[in-house]
C-alpha cells in the first residue's frame, strides 16, 4: 500500500481522540452517539484498528468535522472554509478552526432559556478565554456570578467549576478559545495616549 495512505490513516487514531477529548466526551457517550462500541473506539484512536469508511463517517458526524479533516487530505486548492454547526447542550457551535490539538476557536450561540436556569457548573482541564459579541452572557466561575456586554471578554481555568449562558431574554454570540491545560491566550493591548496637558 502507498506509504502516504498508511502515514495518513496511522494519523487517523490520534486525530479522533484528540476530538474526543477536546469536546470533553467519553468513549461511553461517543459509542451511544455513534453505534459504535467502546472497544472498537478504543482500538481505533490507540491505532490497533484499521480505520474504514463505515467507521469514520459516524464519528465525522458525531464530531462534527468533515471525513477530509478526520483523515487531514490533502488540499485541493479551494480556499473557501467549509464550516459546518453542531448543536450542543442546547447551544449552536460553529468549530473556527480545523486542526486537531493545539488552541481551537469557536462561535456560541446560546439560545436564551424560557425560564431562569439554575447552573450546572462543571469542570475539565483545559484553558478558555470568551468575548462577547452580542447579547449579554452570564458566567459563573466558582463564587462569582458575572454579566458580560458586548465587547467584554473574560479568561479562566476550566478546573475552576463553571458555567455560561444568556443573562437575557435573548441569544448571547460569543467567541470562545480553548486550549488543553496550559495553553492560555495572551491579548496585548497599546496602552492609550494620555492627553497632553
Known amino acids: 500500500m502507498d506509504d502516504n495512505l498508511d502515514h495518513a490513516l496511522e494519523a487517523v487514531g490520534p486525530r479522533l481522540r484528540a476530538l474526543r477529548r477536546q469536546r470533553g466526551t467519553t468513549l461511553a457517550e461517543l459509542s451511544?452517539?455513534?453505534g459504535i462500541s467502546v472497544s472498537t473506539l478504543s482500538r481505533l484512536?490507540?491505532?490497533s484498528r484499521r480505520p474504514t469508511l463505515e467507521l469514520l463517517l459516524p464519528l465525522a458526524k458525531?464530531?462534527?468535522?468533515?471525513?477530509?479533516e478526520l483523515v487531514d487530505a490533502p488540499p485541493t486548492g479551494d480556499p473557501r472554509i467549509h464550516l459546518r454547526p453542531v448543536s450542543m447542550h442546547g447551544m449552536t457551535m460553529l468549530p473556527l478552526t480545523r486542526?486537531?490539538?493545539?488552541?481551537?476557536?469557536?462561535?456560541?450561540?446560546?439560545?436564551p432559556s424560557s425560564s431562569p436556569q439554575e447552573p450546572e457548573l462543571q469542570t475539565h482541564d483545559g484553558y478558555d478565554w470568551v468575548y462577547v459579541l452580542n447579547g449579554r452572557l452570564r458566567l459563573v466561575l466558582g463564587e462569582h456570578d458575572l454579566e458580560?456586554?458586548?465587547g467584554e471578554a473574560a479568561e479562566f481555568d476550566t478546573?475552576?467549576?463553571h458555567w455560561f449562558g444568556a443573562a437575557a431574554a435573548e441569544p448571547?454570540?460569543?467567541?470562545?478559545?480553548?486550549?488543553?491545560?496550559?495553553?492560555r491566550t495572551h491579548l496585548r493591548a497599546r496602552p492609550s495616549t494620555a492627553p497632553s496637558g
Open 148 to 150: 458580560l456586554a458586548p
Open 62 to 68: 458525531a464530531h462534527g468535522v468533515t471525513l477530509d
Open 172 to 183: 448571547v454570540e460569543i467567541l470562545s478559545l480553548f486550549g488543553r491545560q496550559g495553553e
Open 45 to 47: 484512536e490507540s491505532g
Open 32 to 34: 451511544t452517539r455513534t
Open 99 to 111: 486542526r486537531a490539538g493545539g488552541i481551537q476557536a469557536y462561535k456560541l450561540v446560546i439560545p
Open 159 to 161: 478546573r475552576v467549576p
